[in-house]
């Protein structure tokens, strides 16, 4: 039997899937989708899907890599759809099955307990304040019974715990196999699994960092993988962007500060100037900082030239170039020392790096990269490419697999043969046109297969489309107070039940303020803001909604909230978006990738921008209907989606929701989703 006939089986009415999901009921879309999956493997190549939400794409890729019989590696978008994927998605099918298949979870190295930084947190100057000492008790309790060390699994610890660096490594400060604790090492354990499972669970950060600099366990899992498939695609771009070029932070500067001294005066106290060493190298970071002066936090500066769009080029060039001096002054220091302990070989190390960056942005940016610098507290220096085309085609596509290295529990595999290797890219928003070129360009997919596959969802049923004509346009200093009042009326109505997405923090706050202001001391509804509580909080108190004693909701969020947040039911009913989500244009990554076109003498506008405002706004509409039941309106406060050529591209790409024309018919709609929720409730 061939694969394409085994995953056939396996999607039919009496196949192995009603037993992985009670719910399980055969759709057209999902098995199209796995059988093109089961032919890209059996075959070889790339294959890109597009698939609406609702069409179950996990089943859909992983039945066909797990019947394949091959060695797979999966990719998703986020730590919490990892841990989503194998605890829950994976078991469940394996066990349906009946497959012998051994998996794995491996994520990167500060999602784990490091032992050895645990012993060394107590004596760290923070670890006095009581806070952090009782967070730091329980995980010292915790990792008693641990066995994974992931950090994920110890009920409570905020992912924004202070005490979460004293108890991780990074790559920076990891000291290898010199480490005390290498052999309990956590770390090494998950990698040691990956290399003996079937089925390895990663995330796109991790692949991507370690596609740079070959660190983190892909080198040796990479190359006797057969299958590849990456989930929530659409982030892929971005995401290796952050990885393939370099960087370089005050921050990091003076985080190798506040270790060098603290190594030198606890191992080698007296062999060298180390309070020298560490005043030199935290001036020169602070310095570096000043010089660009008091820009606004969060900004981007245009880096085009010698320094920095309005830093001076004198000022901020000798700034660098003592960065450069102080990390080779503490090189020369360290090297005194380095057979004393290997934590001081592991600090030259960073010491050599951090001089070698600094050298590196002190020179010309190298070609078909932009460079920037990202203005906070910190400053971060980066240099990034425009995409990873390059990148995905001679190290993934083409390049040739290395040897395949053994560990002490696992010898090494043989190396899979290239061009049998198949790729799956999946997301339910890859673009607005039939090749997907917003996805396929950048990522280098440009002879991939290319399939899209629609929801089952019945839209113009289940949800409604309004765009109020009547509101200040976007750039206007009205506009946010007018979305505030609207979401305000409607959320009242609702009993909550509404989410805000919002294009810009400026945004967020403002309409964030004007609501909390607004319901200040009501039991009416509670606003929930992002940023006053931690994401996954703010989205389980969403999701419980109204209740005894509890008023409803109402979320303002942006950014990471117009994707990945799964609300099914009637606790979101009501998404209102504040404008088209454009990408900004004073970004020097958007203006770099704009110029690019231009030069190919093609329209920025039509070829990058709008494609990234149908995208993003697909993935903002699809918070709304996630199951078949979920019923909705979703209101795009933004006159330009009505009024402009280009709405009708971008109303085009998003689902196909019947549109409500007048305020009176979107009244009417609201007033129909608190009666069906009352029917249904009575029933």
């Known amino acids: 039997m061939t694969l394409t006939d085994a995953v056939r089986r396996a999607f039919a009415a009496d196949g192995a899937l009603p037993r992985a999901a009670d719910s399980f009921r055969p759709r057209a879309a999902q098995t199209e989708m796995a059988l093109a999956v089961a032919r890209t493997i059996e075959e070889g190549g790339a294959l890109v899907v597009e698939a609406g939400t609702g069409v179950g794409k996990t089943f859909s890729y992983l039945v066909p890599a ?128 990956a290399l003996a499972a079937d089925v390895v669970v990663v995330n796109h950060h991790l692949f991507f960092a370690d596609l740079a600099v070959r660190e983190s366990g892909m080198a040796e899992l990479l190359p006797t993988v057969r299958v590849a498939v990456f989930d929530e695609a659409h982030q892929l771009n971005e995401t290796g962007v952050q990885f393939l070029g370099a960087q370089l932070g005050t921050g990091q500067l003076l985080d190798f500060t506040r270790d060098l001294l603290a190594a030198g005066l606890q191992l080698a106290r007296g062999l060298a100037p180390w309070h020298e060493v560490a005043a030199a190298l935290d001036r020169a970071a602070r310095e570096l ?18 320094a920095p ?53 002190l020179a010309e940016a190298a070609p078909d990269a932009v460079r920037w610098v990202d203005v906070g507290q910190q400053l971060r220096l980066v240099e990034s490419p425009l995409d990873i085309a390059q990148a995905v085609r001679t190290k993934l596509l083409k390049a ?54 629609g929801s089952p969802f019945d839209y113009p049923a289940q949800a409604a489309l309004y765009l109020p004509r009547d509101l200040p346009k976007p750039n206007d200093p009205g506009h946010s107070p007018a979305v505030a009042r609207l979401a305000a009326q409607a959320a009242q109505g609702l009993g909550g039940r509404t989410m805000v997405l919002t ?38 108190r969403f999701r419980e909604g109204a209740g005894p004693g509890r008023p409803g909701c109402l979320l303002v969020a942006s950014a990471s909230f117009w994707e990945g947040v799964d609300v099914p039911g009637d606790a979101l009913e009501l998404v209102v978006i504040d404008k088209l989500p454009f990408p900004p244009p004073g970004d020097p990554l958007v203006e770099a990738r704009s110029q690019r076109l231009q030069s190919q003498g093609r329209n920025p506008f039509n070829d990058y921008f709008v494609p990234e405002a149908a995208v993003a706004l697909k ?15 979703l ?14 591209r971008l109303l085009a790409a998003m689902p196909p929701m019947r549109r409500l024309s007048s305020p009176e018919e979107f009244e009417e709609a609201l007033e129909a989703l608190g009666a069906a929720r009352t029917s249904a409730a009575a029933a």
Not at 110 to 121: D, K, N, W
Request: with cysteine.
């Open 503 to 540: 294009t810009t923090l400026r945004a967020l706050r403002g309409i964030g303020e004007e609501l909390q202001r607004r319901f200040q001391g009501s039991m009416e509804l509670e606003v929930l803001v992002q940023g006053q509580w931690p994401k996954r909080r703010l989205i389980e």
């Open 66 to 193: 797990l019947l394949s019989g091959d060695r797979v590696l999966l990719s998703t978008a986020t730590k919490t759809l990892q841990d989503q994927l194998f605890g829950r998605d994976l078991p469940r099918l394996v066990e349906a099955l009946g497959l012998p298949v051994r998996t794995a979870l491996l994520k990167g190295r500060g999602s784990y307990l490091c032992l050895h930084r645990m012993e060394l947190a107590r004596r760290d100057p923070g670890a006095g304040d009581r806070g952090i000492a009782a967070a730091l008790a329980r995980v010292e309790q915790w990792a008693q019974a641990t066995r994974s060390g992931d950090l994920a699994e110890l009920p409570g610890l905020d992912e924004r715990s202070p005490v979460i660096p004293l108890v991780t490594s990074t790559r920076d400060n990891c000291l290898g196999a010199q480490c005390p604790k290498f052999r309990e090492c956590h770390v090494n354990r998950a990698r040691r699994e």
């Open 289 to 306: 900082r000043l010089v660009v002066g008091r820009s606004t936090a969060g900004s981007r500066l245009r880096w085009t030239g010698a």
């Open 619 to 633: 993935q903002g509409a699809g918070r709304l209907i996630r199951s078949e039941t979920d019923r909705g309106v």
């Open 400 to 453: 040739d697999p290395p040897t395949a290295k053994g560990t002490d529990d696992e010898p090494g595999r043989e190396p899979v043969e290239q061009g049998g290797r198949a790729w799956i890219f999946t997301s339910a928003t890859l673009g607005d046109d039939a090749r997907l070129r917003w996805f396929t360009e950048p990522c280098g997919l440009d002879d991939a297969e290319v399939l899209k596959v």
């Open 635 to 648: 209101v795009v406060c933004d006159t330009r989606l009505a009024q402009m050529g280009y709405g009708r």
């Open 309 to 361: 769009e309005g830093v001076p080029q004198h000022a901020w060039q000798d700034a660098l170039a003592d960065v450069e001096v102080a990390c080779e002054d503490a090189m020369e220091a360290l090297a005194t020392v380095s057979e004393i302990a290997p934590d001081f070989v592991r600090l030259h190390e960073r010491a050599a790096t951090l001089a070698q960056r600094s050298g590196r942005f």
